[in-house]
């Protein structure tokens, strides 16, 4: 487990070392790993191809019209959603307008953020969670969310990215589900999350966003409104949430997370640029064992990084920038520098080919998929076999149209399997 410390010491370095070894070498071990990708282009955008997976797309909207939908396996361009969720019941887009985010799911369950939150209801943002199927005008099976005028107990704050621990092998690390979601700017900020460490952050200075993630475990969710906090420096169990924040963890922004099959927590950092990540169990002012994108071989790599999505084994990162249009593809556990892996750049997929237009929400699928929504072209492409080289290559598919229902969509979820 990782924890922050006032100072990265040599022995804590070569423990990172040593545990980066171990790490690779129980890679080799591990029966459920993606394939290697095979590089390459695939078809024309609108024509023959079809999903091999069902896939939900969150929607921003505008005017009060938040939503996500379901696309059913072998949806083609132009199809109409399986099922819509849309409406003043599901609280999505209501009162600020805003629709949140799809980044993960559970086998049957499907989390959907919404940063901007409900004047007078939920000011500070909440979490909706709704079973694999819902339709039309629904209510949320459970909300994280602290009610106006009660304290802020969930720790949820212009909450952007949501990520379930569900390893496909159906062993959870910890013994049970966890769901974590990425709060761009916390609340209300504490004492602990002003520990100086690595001199990244001061306290209250003006302007500053340092952001967190609340992790949930998702077998205390009950039906309705819950608002369990999350507790500092608490690990996750089966009676405790907890709360990764600290000048150590280097969140700077956070947005797009995901867990890999190990249950390591990857984190999207739009306002640092670059990528966090964090062992099994880590909670408080914990010191990420990688930190992509800002120095060593993968430095400057970001120009306005979104969401992300991860391999099983964890080896493998795919991340969208919207700042130039563009997929970056990583191997995570390289180039140890310091205290952390700094990894290498293997690939971009950019160029008019793609039709890649403001990318955000990704997912990568068991079969080795990768579909991507496009925010500004109402769109949601998919590539197969995408390799890691990247390139100027062409989605298989592309869905887009009116019939699609699509409305600034931000969010993309894969079901872990396919629902009974």
């Known amino acids: 487990m990782a924890q922050g410390r006032d100072e990265i010491s040599l022995a804590h370095a070569w423990a990172l070392k040593l545990m980066g070894v171990a790490r690779q070498l129980s890679r080799v071990a591990a029966v459920f790993v993606i394939a290697a990708f095979v590089a390459g282009t695939a078809?024309?955008?609108?024509?023959?191809?079809?999903?091999a997976d069902s896939v939900v797309v969150s929607n921003f909207g505008v005017l009060f019209a938040g939503s996500f939908e379901t696309f059913a396996a072998g949806s083609v361009y132009n199809s109409r959603p399986e099922f819509l969720v849309k409406g003043s019941n599901?609280?999505?887009?209501?009162?600020?307008?805003?629709?949140?985010?799809?980044?993960?799911?559970?086998?049957?369950?499907?989390?959907?953020?919404?940063?901007?939150?409900?004047?007078?209801?939920?000011?500070?943002?909440?979490?909706?969670?709704?079973?694999f199927g819902a339709n039309g005008n629904?209510?949320?099976?459970?909300?994280?969310?602290?009610?106006?005028?009660?304290?802020?107990?969930?720790?949820?704050?212009?909450?952007?990215?949501?990520?379930?621990?569900?390893?496909?092998?159906?062993?959870h690390t910890l013994g049970f589900d966890i769901l974590a979601v990425s709060n761009f700017t916390p609340a209300v900020v504490e004492p602990d999350l002003h520990i100086p460490g690595l001199g990244l952050c001061a306290p209250n200075a003006p302007g500053f966003s340092l952001g967190t993630i609340t992790e949930y475990d998702?077998?205390?969710?009950?039906?309705?409104?819950?608002?369990?906090?999350?507790?500092?420096?608490?690990?996750?169990?089966?009676?405790?949430?907890?709360?990764?924040?600290?000048?150590?963890?280097?969140?700077?922004?956070?947005?797009g997370v995901a867990f890999d099959d190990f249950g390591d927590l990857f984190v999207v950092?739009?306002?640092?640029?670059?990528?966090?990540?964090?062992?099994?169990?880590?909670?408080?002012?914990?010191?990420?064992?990688?930190?992509?994108?800002?120095?060593?071989?993968?430095a400057g790599a970001f120009v306005d990084p979104l969401y992300i999505a991860v391999s099983l084994d964890g080896n493998t990162m795919y991340v969208t920038d919207a700042g130039d249009n563009s997929i970056k593809i990583f191997d995570v556990f390289t180039n140890f520098e310091e205290f952390a892996f700094t990894g290498t750049q293997l690939g971009t997929i950019q160029g008019g080919h793609t039709k890649l237009k403001r990318p955000e929400g990704i997912a990568l699928s068991a079969g080795g998929n990768l579909y991507v929504v496009n925010n500004n072209a109402n769109s949601l492409s998919v590539f197969e076999d995408v390799g890691t080289?990247?390139?100027n290559i062409s989605p298989t598919l592309i869905i887009s149209g009116k019939p699609t229902k699509m409305n600034f969509p931000v969010g993309v979820a894969l079901p872990a399997f396919p629902p009974p």
């Open 269 to 298: 950092n739009e306002i640092g640029k670059y990528v966090t990540v964090y062992t099994p169990g880590a909670f408080g002012n914990a010191v990420p064992i990688g930190f992509i994108g800002a120095i060593g071989p993968t």
């Open 138 to 171: 629904s209510l949320a099976t459970s909300i994280i969310a602290s009610p106006a005028g009660a304290p802020d107990l969930t720790g949820i704050s212009l909450d952007q990215g949501v990520a379930f621990e569900d390893p496909f092998d159906g062993v």
């Open 389 to 391: 080289s990247g390139g």
């Open 43 to 51: 078809g024309t955008s609108h024509a023959g191809p079809s999903l």
């Open 90 to 131: 599901t609280l999505l887009g209501d009162g600020n307008g805003a629709a949140g985010d799809t980044q993960s799911s559970l086998t049957i369950d499907i989390a959907v953020a919404v940063p901007l939150g409900i004047a007078g209801v939920f000011p500070n943002g909440f979490v909706e969670i709704y079973p």
């Open 218 to 255: 998702t077998t205390l969710l009950l039906p309705g409104v819950n608002d369990t906090p999350p507790l500092n420096n608490s690990p996750v169990n089966g009676t405790h949430n907890a709360t990764i924040g600290g000048c150590d963890t280097f969140l700077l922004g956070p947005v």
